[in-house]
């Protein structure tokens, strides 16, 4: 862990100044963290799903967090339109995905009667 | 068409006609009648239109140059002969012109030649006759009881009696183109051919190792023979520039005809009235030398200077002493007479008509046709080689006891009188007797013949007696025997021997003493005479007079067929009376002597190498006391051999067997036959099989190896190789498959199938890759 | 005035902004803790409720909004009809080992330090945003989807064209089209001589209440014959 980002976490934290792309993006790496998290270490294909979105959200979080005139900062630039529409397109395809996803742990249920990812080691070289 | 034209044309037919029967059995043999039974027709056929031809040719000769009386007869010597002989000269066919040489086939024909075809076709019509029911064995599958096979028994093969006949008439296309021929070259191609023939006709029962090997033998000897004679023909074409015997005309590069001379004008030439002189183009080959110091148009006056220095007689010398070594390996003179007995084992029409009457007789025509350039030299060597051999053919011939062998021995002791003959000076003399012997030796093998076929037996040990079942056979023969030894009645007549053996005789006895350094030629020939007449009659008595030896052969002998009987009166008649004269002066000396080559009349002198040597004129041995001398020693001579053989072989008052004993190493001696065969078989066989033996070893020993080792050091190397490619290479190819594999099945491992186990990684390798990527960048990740 | 104004509002705007951040981060955290994946369902819900308010406080409101009815009204419902349909009594919570989750803790945190790293590494990103207020994103990202830009570019970007979004709204489109049919076909019911494995195992082991009350994973596990 950088002392330095420590050394400002806490007084953004304390002063509650202004909220910048910086708290955006803690919250990004959070919600980034936490799905990745859970796709590692939860056994049923669903929970893994959901650790998905959580990845696809955190990142969403920081394309918005870009993209936004309010957060942006003194002499820097910001997406504009562009970061949301990519968001956007994130929150398509992230649909699009778990349709497909969900589609595939169906028939895996349905095939082999379970869910429990550790389960599908067919695959297994 | 006048005679040079008939001629030629006559005889060319009748030497062709053989080739024909020879070519047509060639093809068509087998299928010429049961087994080819008809091949001996078509064969005689041809024989006997050559016969008729000649007779023909004879009778238009004879009657454009009839036969005088011989001048000496009216005791006028005449004028030396300063006219060569009535001869015509022409060519077919040039095989080959190259500058001055010319081969080609073409013809020679005087007198001696219209009488030697006669000759020829005769006998060979006689004995085709004969064999025609001699070889009727070989119309039917054969059994060979002389050749023993390897798994025990004996052969059987299927007959070849038109095989026989093909050969017969090759042999006679052959001879009768020696007898035509008009140049050397000819001659030698046809008496190679002959020689073949002959190899043919002695291997014919080729499967028995003894008859391939006398036929081996036989070409072998003669060729050594051959070597001699092409010596000669070299030194002639080299020196001279031609082998014709005559002059030809031949259109020059004007369009005028030009003459280009012949052996005989150029060794002979009428400018020094025919008599022998080295020749221009020799004189000029010798002294090369002196010839490139002279200049161009010198020469002509210097060449007779030169000539008297002797320039140029050695290489005559050579020349003629070349051609008579031909001589000596075709006639079986000494030292190239060994195969020549060996011969017999042919059938015996073989014997009869190639071994005794006319490929032997080539050798003898050949001198007699050369005789104008044989310098008086080469004469003396001549007349010594035929005394040698005469004498040490006869005393073989006193002791064999295959019947054939001494008619062979015979042979070649009777060749040496022909030789000696001509050597000392007696032309006519000696061609007289090759027209004799070959109507008497040829009746001789025949009858012979005609014995072997009644006891199935060569070995006169087991026959006697045979004169009361086969009369005509023993008649014949007894006429025969006469014939060879000269039997008659001294100055008034007798058979064809007596005239031709006292003509020899007398001829000797006139060069002994004229010479007489060199009269053992004179004894040799009388006690040559006396050995003749002691083993023919040995020969007549132990076969035909007392008892039978074996009774088994006697029981079985019989009289021959007709067919075989025919052609044996017929020669007897010949042999009877091929020496009178005719009323109206036909007679064989007469005839001959219009063949005398220019200048050979009056006899010559000369000679440089052995001394001066005189040849008296043949004629003048004729009348006087050297006529009575040879004539009462001819006479005595052959009485007395008679008389000894009739004392130990017809009365047994005298036992060969003590008389062997007594002279046990002389006896050994001769039934060795001189150990001849034994002495070459050490000098040259052993020799030549050693060098054989080396060349062989080395090529196994030596060159084998070398091979050998190369090719197994190429097999060691490809060993290596191959180890190479196997252990390094492959081996490095395999090791990087395994390797390659085993580390796939190693990294397989990570696959395990486990998804959570993939995010881990992932995560696991971003962070990585970005604590990397801070730590080697950190310009862009500067806090 | 506008300065006290503007720092109520900051204030305000920063009280929200960290209410809907704890209630996004914690919600998530509970997604990963919770061992109930219909439990997982709901904090997930919540979670990303609560990051659509986040994106509303960032002046994204369009793109709040349809996190709201895509991402939440449609995605996760999904999600929950997937969760409804297996949740059958072994699978509804079924437990990682402990050393599996204590290395995914370890390796998670250090990459929550990586990304907390990066996320303060660059100076222009730390300094308090200024508080601008765009006009509503909904006309200039409709417009740009069909290839027109009428949005005012920020400042500080490069100058020069700028593209719509017609094709990759066009690529989506067919994308979604294609997922539609083919996440029907791969879930399709396929008609089978053998009975399904899900109905063997459904007649085999009907849920049972003591079971699901129990909630051990121990038994859960031995009865489903897990691991």
């Keep these: 862990m950088n002392p330095v980002a420590l050394g400002t976490i806490v007084p953004l934290m304390a002063v509650a100044d202004g909220v910048s792309v910086s708290h955006y993006l803690v919250v990004g790496a959070i919600l980034f963290t936490a799905g990745i998290v859970c796709m590692a270490v939860k056994r049923n294909a669903l929970g893994v799903l959901m650790g998905i979105e959580l990845v696809l959200n955190g990142a969403n979080v920081n394309f918005v967090a870009f993209a936004s005139p309010y957060l942006r900062g003194q002499g820097a630039t910001s997406l504009g339109i562009d970061g949301q529409v990519i968001a956007l397109f994130v929150i398509l395809l992230a649909a699009a995905e778990a349709a497909v996803a969900l589609a595939i742990t169906l028939a895996f249920y349905n095939n082999h009667a379970t869910v429990d990812v550790d389960r599908a080691d067919d695959l297994k070289g | ?783 | 005035m506008t300065g006290s104004l503007l720092v109520a509002a900051m204030n305000f705007h920063t009280l929200l902004f960290y209410l809907f951040a704890s209630l996004a981060c914690g919600f998530a955290v509970g997604v990963v803790v919770a061992d109930n994946v219909v439990r997982m369902a709901l904090y997930l819900v919540l979670s990303l409720g609560a990051t659509a308010g986040l994106f509303f406080l960032a002046g994204a409101e369009f793109i709040g909004a349809m996190q709201l009815m895509i991402y939440v009204g449609g995605t996760l419902v999904l999600l929950v009809f997937g969760v409804m349909l297996t949740a059958q009594a072994p699978f509804v919570s079924i437990k990682t080992s402990a050393s599996d989750r204590v290395l995914a803790g370890v390796v998670a945190a250090s990459l929550l330090a990586l990304l907390l790293q990066a996320a303060f590494s660059v100076e222009a990103w730390r300094r308090p945003g200024l508080g601008e207020v765009a006009p509503p994103a909904a006309t200039p990202i409709g417009t740009a989807l069909v290839g027109v830009r009428v949005d005012d570019p920020p400042p500080g970007t490069p100058p020069g064209v700028r593209s719509g979004y017609l094709l990759p709204f066009e690529i989506v489109s067919v994308h979604l089209l294609v997922v539609l049919v083919g996440a029907a076909y791969l879930a399709r019911a396929k008609r089978r001589r053998t009975p399904r494995a899900i109905e063997v195992a459904a007649s085999v082991a009907p849920p049972v209440d003591e079971r699901r009350r129990a909630g051990g994973s121990a038994s859960a596990l031995t009865a489903g014959g897990v691991r």
Aim: charged share 10%; net charge neutral; glycine share 10%.
């Design chain 2, 1 to 783: 068409m006048d005679l040079s034209a008939q001629l030629p044309l006559l005889l060319g037919l009748a030497w062709l006609a053989p080739l024909v029967s020879f070519v047509a059995i060639l093809f068509f043999g087998p299928k010429m009648g049961p087994h080819g039974r008809n091949a001996a027709w078509v064969a005689t056929a041809a024989i006997v239109t050559s016969l008729v031809l000649s007779l023909l040719a004879a009778g238009n000769w004879l009657a454009a140059h009839p036969v005088e009386v011989s001048h000496h007869a009216a005791g006028d010597h005449g004028g030396p002969h300063t006219v060569g002989p009535v001869a015509y000269a022409g060519d077919w066919y040039t095989l080959y012109r190259g500058g001055d040489l010319r081969l080609s086939i073409g013809w020679y024909i005087d007198a001696l030649t219209v009488l030697m075809f006669v000759v020829v076709t005769f006998i060979a019509t006689c004995i085709h006759v004969y064999a025609s029911g001699y070889m009727h064995d070989e119309l039917h599958d054969v059994t060979d009881h002389e050749v023993h096979l390897s798994g025990g028994g004996h052969l059987h093969r299927p007959g070849r009696f038109p095989r026989f006949f093909q050969a017969l008439s090759l042999f006679c296309f052959s001879m009768l183109g020696i007898v035509i021929a008009g140049n050397l070259a000819m001659v030698f191609i046809f008496w190679e051919l002959v020689g073949i023939c002959s190899w043919f006709l002695i291997g014919f029962y080729y499967e028995r190792k003894s008859a391939s090997t006398a036929a081996n033998k036989a070409f072998i000897v003669n060729r050594v023979g051959d070597f001699g004679m092409l010596i000669g023909l070299m030194a002639l074409w080299g020196a001279l520039g031609t082998l014709q015997f005559a002059d030809s005309t031949v259109p020059g590069a004007d369009g005028a005809a030009t003459v280009r001379p012949g052996l005989f004008s150029l060794v002979r030439p009428a400018t020094n009235g025919h008599a022998i002189q080295v020749p221009d183009g020799m004189v000029k080959f010798a002294a090369a030398a002196e010839l490139a110091k002279t200049p161009a148009g010198d020469v002509a006056g210097k060449i007779d200077t030169w000539r008297s220095m002797g320039f140029g007689r050695w290489l005559l010398f050579i020349a003629g002493l070349g051609i008579f070594c031909g001589c000596v390996g075709k006639s079986a003179q000494f030292p190239l007479f060994v195969w020549l007995p060996d011969a017999m084992e042919g059938p015996t029409p073989v014997s009869a008509l190639v071994h005794s009457a006319t490929m032997v007789a080539a050798g003898v025509y050949l001198v007699g046709r050369f005789y104008p350039v044989l310098t008086p030299d080469v004469l003396l060597v001549i007349a010594y080689v035929g005394a040698i051999t005469l004498f040490i053919a006869a005393t073989i011939a006193l002791v064999a006891n295959d019947i054939k062998r001494v008619l062979a021995y015979s042979t070649v002791s009777q060749l040496g009188y022909m030789m000696l003959a001509l050597g000392v000076g007696g032309w006519s003399a000696g061609l007289f007797h090759l027209v004799t012997h070959a109507f008497f030796k040829s009746l001789l093998f025949l009858c012979s013949g005609s014995v072997i076929h009644a006891c199935h037996t060569n070995d006169m040990r087991k026959m006697g007696g045979l004169a009361r079942v086969m009369p005509w056979t023993a008649g014949t023969m007894l006429v025969g025997c006469l014939a060879i030894i000269g039997a008659g009645i001294p100055f008034v007549a007798g058979l064809s021997g007596y005239y031709s053996k006292d003509a020899i005789l007398a001829q000797a006895l006139s060069f002994s003493r004229a010479n007489p350094a060199h009269s053992i030629l004179f004894l040799a020939v009388a006690g040559g005479a006396f050995l003749t007449a002691f083993y023919m009659f040995r020969l007549w008595f132990m076969t035909f007079a007392g008892e039978p030896r074996d009774h088994h052969v006697a029981e079985h002998a019989h009289e021959s067929p007709t067919v075989m009987v025919a052609p044996l009166v017929a020669l007897t008649v010949l042999a009877v009376a091929a020496g009178w004269t005719l009323p109206g002066g036909f007679s064989l000396p007469n005839l001959l002597e219009q063949a005398r080559p220019a200048g050979t009349a009056e006899g010559m002198a000369g000679g440089f190498a052995f001394g001066s040597l005189v040849f008296p004129a043949e004629h003048e041995s004729h009348e006087g006391a050297v006529h009575v001398t040879a004539t009462l020693t001819a006479f005595s001579t052959a009485l007395a051999g008679v008389l000894l053989a009739a004392l130990m072989y017809l009365w047994r008052i005298v036992s060969p067997a003590v008389v062997a004993t007594i002279f046990k190493p002389a006896y050994a001696f001769l039934a060795g036959r001189w150990y001849f065969d034994e002495l070459y078989h050490a000098l040259f066989v052993v020799p030549v099989l050693g060098v054989a033996q080396l060349a062989s070893g080395t090529d196994r020993g030596v060159i084998d190896r070398i091979i050998d080792g190369l090719a197994w050091a190429a097999r060691q190397l490809a060993g290596i190789d191959a180890w190479i490619d196997r252990t390094i290479v492959d081996g490095l190819v395999n090791a990087t498959a395994r390797a390659t594999w085993s580390a796939g099945l190693e990294l397989k491992k990570l696959q395990t199938g486990h998804l959570r186990q993939y995010v881990m990684f992932i995560v696991v390798g971003t962070v990585a890759l970005f604590v990397l990527a801070s730590l080697l960048f950190r310009t862009t990740m500067a806090g």
